[in-house]
């Protein structure tokens, strides 16, 4: 290599953990899109001849005990499991931040009104508040996001809330309101914009944990039904092969393992990458 | 909005108190804390106002009042004879408009993710003032008029030393052309030569724009520079209130001649303070009784530790709330040496 | 002979890979019964100074070159035990916040008795008995009781009292006071200004370094003045010469940039420009760009000749040259 080629390679910025994250989700994200285009079997048929056949060049992670190819049923798993993650947080954070910011810049009695019941499905085990709604979204995808999203929306509230009462503290927010700007038009403006980072933090993260949880719940029968793949789903069907047919559980494993790396890389990241780019700007 | 009452009075407190509640939990013990206690104050239009005290003068909650972002808990602002909390919202619209405010903090004053340009022009948004090619120009020219380039227009606070901080945060102030500006404490985190700046500055936009200034600080140098008016408050009332030139040339509340003579002099020629103050301002939670200043006052006497002293004036301008100070502004003499010439090699420009 | 002499103290920072010279080319000597303001606005590296010659730079600086005469000793080159063992005691130390000396989990009493035990063999009553001289030194109205408080239940005024009586606990031959007054009111500021001038000075003929922005409180406590700009020192004298003719346009500036009552109202003198961050510095004399009396000879890249007019009387200008 010539200098200096080299040397501008060297003086290329060193990926950061956050960048390494996203770039990880959106692997992922990409894989789960194309599901349907790049996987080589389609997920539901079944090839009796090759039963809980172990990897070989024709079923790259070998296939389950009906002779479906563990990748393909993996890769639309991957689809069940990042909508629930991903549309979970997103449904909590559109329920959650704006009562986290009225709750934190409004204080007093709006506050209390907000906080409370909050607080209330907050004292509940997750466990325990999906089972109770295990009822109502069996069966549905859709309805297993939001119920998901449900159990973690009042964390959202409270990382909004405490950051959105750091804030409303600043000057700048009673400047605002000396030019006689409006409740909202702060909340929106000035508060919302530098209290967010934590609250994004908070949100990376609980998509990871929100890929387990939707996990747990197809683990132990709450969730999607068959023939529905879900990581989950497939990890618990898997068990009771594991011994003879350990493949069955590494892939779905890898790929909540990855999954969940790479949103908490992204979310460990964010705080310096949100801060760095308003001040780099020389 | 109403006329103005007489004598071009543009903002005026009325019995203005403050208290706050502090500690306090289920077992209780929560006290009370009288920030601002009963003040009484008169601003003219066009008049530097300063009002100048030390921590727990209560002169920052007082200011916070006057520019109605706190409300009094008991006792009125009247601007321009109305009072600001029986404004309905059209009124008080206008009331934002026209009454603006300055802080202190040029590091926290400003809203680090916005950028500058979006914050000068915000209270044209606000107010609907103009097209939004107006306020553009209005922001590039407000930018020119506190002495920096347009182009800061784009930059994040972040970008700016604290002198241009505080600079944007008088732009901000004047975008909606106000008449009043509360000015807490603007220069007090300034480097001396940029303090200069700044102060050149507020006096040419008072100067053109013939604003009222209601200025809060506890720096005695550019009171008497910069001011027409003072008011020296301690513990959340005003102890004396006269025109500045008259005031420092001849102050007559004790704890005004503590304080004057407590600043230390840059011509080190002159000797030693008169009066080395004594004691340390009391805890606003457990304030003296009768006038708050009598324990560390030179000159107390039995009767100032029972009673609470009234500002009077007699009808002269100069108003002071001491029983040792007569009616006619004859001072109780201090103990044991001659009344001393405070300030007058100050004001004649002895000063190297 | 002096108590502390500086000779050509150089201190670097390290910013984005590279070390750039924070402080240049210090020097000052301080005599004991002495009070030494060093002035300056901020970035002038007054502060950075004070913490070069206690050592306590932070993680990415460092002292580049220079000595630092203390006790017969070069502060600069003693190694960080020795070092340790001076500061608190032959050397004090106070700084603008007090609880940087104040640890808040302890009873002030404890945190003054533990400094005396460190340094003289005393048992704790003894040293119990000598923080309450030492508290009543320092004016602490009430000072039985307050032994036994904590730092937060004195006021600002208390706890750099507090701090104040900690650092001359032992007795130190030197005072480095960084600030002490600048976040006080005015009328405590006074208060512990001369406390600083009686205990010290006089009573123990002891040399005090002061740094603070605030000529004010120079002229008003100390006996010499060094004016710092831009990590050099540009002018140096007694208070009394510096302050009534000023030699250095920098320094002029900055006396004639305070307000006061003698100039109208938005005629107050300023300097143009703004001060030259750390690696912006201009070649040649720092203060050209915003010097009004600026030549030629200015840009020399030697810097400016040091004229020395006095035993005591010293500034760096061209102005000045014979």
Same mark, same amino acid.
């Given at each position: 290599m010539s200098v200096a080629a080299s040397s501008r390679l060297r003086t290329l910025p060193k990926p950061t953990p956050a960048a390494i994250g996203a770039a990880i989700v959106l692997f992922l994200a990409v894989l789960a899109l194309l599901a349907p285009y790049i996987s080589p079997y389609d997920s539901e048929s079944m090839d009796f001849n090759a039963v809980l056949s172990p990897p070989s060049l024709a079923h790259l992670f070998g296939t389950d005990n009906f002779g479906r190819d563990v990748l393909t049923r993996a890769l639309f798993g991957l689809r069940v499991s990042l909508i629930a993650a991903i549309g979970s947080v997103a449904a909590a954070m559109v329920v959650g931040v704006p009562l986290g910011l009225m709750a934190g810049y409004r204080r007093g009695f709006v506050d209390a009104v907000i906080m409370r019941p909050v607080d209330v499905i907050m004292a509940f085990p997750a466990i325990v508040l999906v089972v109770a709604l295990a009822g109502v979204f069996r069966q549905s995808l859709g309805l297993m996001t939001l119920a998901i999203g449900f159990v973690y929306f009042p964390i959202i509230v409270r990382v909004m809330r405490g950051a959105a009462i750091e804030v409303s503290d600043a000057l700048f927010v009673e400047g605002a309101r000396a030019r006689g700007a409006s409740h909202v038009r702060i909340m929106a403006r000035h508060v919302l914009p530098n209290a967010i980072t934590p609250v994004l933090v908070q949100a990376s993260a609980l998509m990871g944990v929100a890929i387990l949880m939707e996990a747990a719940i197809s683990f132990i029968g709450l969730g999607v039904q068959p023939p529905t793949p879900s990581l989950g789903l497939m990890l618990s069907d898997g068990r009771s092969y594991m011994g003879d047919a350990p493949w069955l559980v590494i892939c779905p494993g890898l790929g909540i393992l990855v999954a969940v790396l790479g949103f908490n890389l992204m979310g460990d990241g964010l705080p310096r990458l949100l801060d760095a780019a308003n001040r780099r700007r020389k | 909005m109403s006329s103005m009452p007489p004598d071009d009075v543009i903002l005026q407190a009325q019995g203005l108190t403050r208290q706050f509640r502090s500690g306090g939990s289920l077992i209780g013990g929560a006290h009370t804390v009288t920030a601002v206690d009963g003040i009484d104050l008169e601003i003219r239009r066009g008049q530097i106002f300063a009002v100048v005290g030390e921590s727990g003068s209560g002169k920052t909650t007082l200011g916070r009042m006057l520019a109605g972002l706190l409300r009094p808990t008991s006792g009125g602002v009247f601007y321009r004879g109305r009072d600001i909390a029986a404004l309905d919202r059209r009124e008080r619209a206008d009331f934002r408009r026209r009454m603006q405010i300055v802080f202190q903090d040029p590091y926290s004053s400003l809203d680090p993710r916005m950028r500058i340009g979006a914050q000068i022009r915000e209270p044209l948004d606000i107010h609907r003032i103009g097209t939004p090619a107006e306020r553009r120009k209005r922001v590039d020219e407000l930018l020119e008029r506190v002495g920096m380039a347009p182009s800061y227009a784009n930059a994040f606070p972040a970008e700016l030393s604290g002198g241009q901080r505080q600079r944007v945060g008088i732009a901000m102030a004047l975008a909606s052309s106000p008449e009043v500006i509360v000015a807490d404490e603007p220069t007090s985190a300034l480097d001396v030569s940029v303090q200069a700046q700044v102060l050149n500055l507020l006096a040419e936009l008072q100067r053109e724009n013939n604003l009222t200034i209601v200025f809060i600080t506890h720096d005695l140098g550019v009171v008497q520079h910069f001011s027409d008016r003072v008011a020296v408050m301690y513990l959340g009332r005003i102890v004396e209130e006269m025109d500045t030139a008259p005031l420092f040339a001849d102050p007559r509340h004790p704890y005004t001649r503590m304080l004057f003579s407590a600043i230390p002099d840059r011509d080190p020629s002159r000797a030693a303070p008169l009066q080395m103050p004594t004691g340390e301002p009391p805890s606003p939670l457990a304030p003296p009784p009768g006038c708050t200043f009598h324990p560390r006052c030179p000159v107390a006497l039995d009767a100032c530790s029972a009673v609470q002293p009234a500002l009077v004036g007699a009808g002269n301008r100069h108003l002071t709330a001491c029983i040792r100070v007569g009616p006619d502004g004859a001072r109780a003499p201090v103990a044991g040496a001659a009344p001393s010439p405070i300030r007058e090699a100050t004001l004649s420009g002895a000063l190297p | 002979m002096s108590l502390l002499e500086v000779d050509h103290l150089r201190t670097e920072f390290e910013t984005g890979g590279n070390w750039q010279e924070a402080v240049s080319d210090i020097s000052f000597d301080l005599a004991g019964g002495e009070a030494l303001g060093l002035v300056g606005e901020s970035g002038c590296g007054?502060?950075?100074?004070?913490?070069?010659?206690?050592?306590?730079?932070?993680? /990415?600086?460092?002292?580049?070159?220079?000595?630092?005469?203390?006790?017969?000793?070069?502060?600069?080159?003693?190694?960080?035990? $020795?070092?340790?063992?001076?500061?608190?005691?032959?050397?004090?130390?106070?700084?603008? /916040?007090?609880?940087?000396?104040?640890?808040?989990? !302890?009873?002030?009493?404890?945190?003054?008795? $533990? +400094?005396?035990?460190?340094?003289?063999?005393?048992?704790?009553?003894?040293?119990?008995?000598?923080?309450?001289? %030492?508290?009543?030194?320092?004016?602490?109205? =009430?000072?039985?009781?307050? %032994?036994?408080?904590?730092?937060? $239940?004195?006021?600002?005024?208390?706890?750099?009292?507090?701090?104040?009586?900690?650092?001359?606990?032992?007795?130190?031959?030197?005072?480095?006071?960084?600030?002490? +007054?600048?976040?006080?009111?005015? +009328?405590?500021? @006074?208060?512990?200004?001369?406390?600083?001038?009686?205990?010290?000075?006089?009573?123990?003929?002891?040399?005090?370094?002061?740094?603070?922005?605030?000529?004010?409180?120079?002229?008003?406590?100390?006996?010499?003045?060094?004016?710092?700009?831009?990590?050099?020192?540009? $002018? +140096?004298?007694?208070?009394?010469?510096? !302050? =009534? /003719?000023?030699?250095?346009?920098?320094?002029? @500036?900055?006396?004639?940039?305070?307000? /006061?009552?003698?100039?109208?109202?938005?005629?107050?003198?300023?300097?143009?420009?703004?001060?030259?961050? %750390?690696?912006?510095?201009?070649?040649?004399?720092? !203060?050209?760009?915003?010097?009004?009396?600026?030549?030629?000879?200015?840009?020399?890249?030697?810097?400016?000749?040091?004229?020395?007019?006095?035993?005591?009387?010293?500034?760096?200008?061209?102005?000045?040259?014979?």
């Open positions: - | - | 007054k502060s950075t100074v004070a913490f070069s010659l206690m050592r306590l730079l932070p993680g /990415n600086a460092r002292l580049a070159g220079g000595r630092i005469g203390f006790d017969g000793k070069d502060l600069a080159r003693i190694d960080e035990d $020795e070092m340790r063992r001076m500061r608190g005691g032959r050397i004090g130390m106070m700084f603008q /916040n007090p609880m940087t000396a104040l640890d808040p989990a !302890f009873r002030i009493g404890s945190q003054i008795g $533990e +400094t005396l035990q460190t340094h003289f063999d005393v048992d704790r009553k003894e040293a119990r008995r000598m923080a309450l001289e %030492l508290l009543k030194s320092v004016a602490i109205p =009430a000072a039985e009781e307050r %032994l036994d408080a904590y730092p937060h $239940e004195l006021s600002g005024g208390m706890r750099q009292r507090a701090a104040l009586a900690i650092a001359i606990a032992c007795r130190p031959r030197l005072l480095i006071a960084d600030e002490p +007054t600048t976040a006080l009111d005015v +009328t405590i500021q @006074a208060q512990i200004l001369r406390l600083i001038r009686s205990l010290l000075i006089e009573e123990r003929g002891a040399g005090v370094l002061l740094i603070t922005h605030d000529l004010g409180v120079v002229a008003h406590t100390c006996d010499r003045v060094a004016i710092m700009y831009a990590g050099e020192i540009v $002018e +140096t004298g007694t208070v009394a010469s510096v !302050f =009534a /003719n000023p030699l250095h346009p920098y320094t002029q @500036a900055l006396l004639e940039a305070a307000p /006061n009552a003698r100039t109208p109202r938005g005629s107050l003198a300023t300097i143009p420009g703004r001060v030259p961050a %750390l690696g912006k510095r201009p070649s040649g004399c720092r !203060f050209r760009g915003r010097c009004a009396f600026e030549r030629p000879d200015c840009a020399d890249p030697a810097g400016p000749p040091r004229v020395r007019l006095d035993k005591h009387r010293e500034v760096a200008c061209v102005l000045h040259a014979a």
